[in-house]
């Protein structure tokens, strides 16, 4: 899928998650006061002992504090066969990462008059029926337009093969769809999955329409408008819009799957040229230009910008976590705002803190790799002292007590909580365990995660039917 948010996450992607965070190097409480720069690094260097063994895909690394790069590095291989270690000058795709740029080139064209967030789809492409008269600019930017997903209705059509991902060096898929199919096909909806601006549901197509109407609007292919408006502007001289034209990227990684201890290149779909939604390239280094550009009015001016920092709003008046192209969000305190990347092995994070003038970019290609994990444990070493901390209070055994038992997500996925020593424990089916401290008598969060809160439900009568936490509910069984 083309985004970490497309659907739910997997059972075994969720499990692998939580033992990133929940590896040795999460426990302990937080130390206030941060350490020396140098000192720093090397807890970053702790956080990705795992991907530099010189035997594994991993990542490369750029922090930025206070409009300095105060750490750029690569953990991992590039190419496992070469043995080609990541670099700060290795490219990578970014995946949904994309989004934001495919925002900002329409938050430019609005600037400059050529269009407006409230004019329908039908003003663009008149050849969809007549709901899209109702679907706005506004809504494809805020997932609110009720699009489902592009690549569903090329699986239904049975025109693309179903054998992805797989290696690049397999032969080509005889269908490899091009935005211009996307958006035709889409075209062919006969209804949204609801009325626009009823709800919230995160889907690739919004973006791949949008990059299809900059380029109407425009009259320029999106890549040479990303090219012209942003790329050299800002001297992001290693990243490119991969299209049907397939440019040549250079120093480029190869992604992975570790599949039963082996790692395996996946960097081959059929869906591969479509744009909008993903196919961006490029560097930590040139990331770090295109995050300090946030802060500037070299792109557009900042009450343009600040469009897409702000929550997008249903039809109720109700916010969504969600503006152009960024999610919103607050970790310990923080206002922050962020999106992640996944297509393929690769995996990819920017989370940003604009009011501390901090950001981490994390751009993996290991499929596994749980990169927002990796750059919120980052953000906590160079900002502890900036963070509200959760603080664990005194709970009675007995009140503990009706939190133990089995708690289920799915079919075989079975995760225990127990009660230890007066401390609650979870397991989860790989054996993987955290410790979880109470703020109430029914809200815990996780020791070495203390941004995540694990809740347990209870019925009328006072009995605990049911876990939330992680962006799931499990049921007690």
Known sequence: MKSEMKRPISLTVLVLALSVFLS???????????????????????????WSRGETPGAAIIVIQDGRIVLKKGYGLAN??????????TAFLLGS???????????MLAERGKLKYDDPLSKFFPEFPPYAQKITVSHLLHHTAGFPEYEDLFLESGKLDKDYPRSAKTPRSSFEPISR?????????????FAPGEQYEYSNSNYVILAQLVEKVSGQSFAQFLRQNIFQPLGMNRTLLYDETRPKVQNVATSYTLEHGVYRDIDYTPLNAIYGEDNIFTTVEDMSKWDQALYTEKLVKAATLQAAFTPGKLNNGNAIGY?????LKELLGLHAVAHGGAWVGFRT???RFPDQHFTVVVLGNL??????????RISKLYLADKMTWPTAIPVAPEAMQRCVGQYALGPGFIVEVSLEKNDLWFKMPDGTRGKLLPESTTKYFLVGREEEQVTFNLDEKGNTVSLSGFGHTLRKQ
Do not use: C
């Open 367 to 376: 499929h596994q790799l749980g990169v927002d994990d990796i750059a919120a």
């Open 349 to 351: 994070q920017i989370l």
């Open 97 to 107: 990462v994309t989004k934001q740029f495919t925002a900002m080139a329409v938050m």
């Open 181 to 193: 199919d996307a958006l035709a096909i889409l075209a062919r909806v006969k209804a949204p999955r």
């Open 80 to 89: 496992l066969a070469s043995k080609k270690p990541i670099e700060p000058d």
């Open 24 to 50: 040795p190097q999460a426990y302990g409480a937080p130390d206030s006061r941060p350490p020396p720069t140098n000192a720093l690094a090397e807890k970053v260097d702790s956080v990705m002992a795992p």
């Open 323 to 327: 503006g152009f192209g960024w999610k």
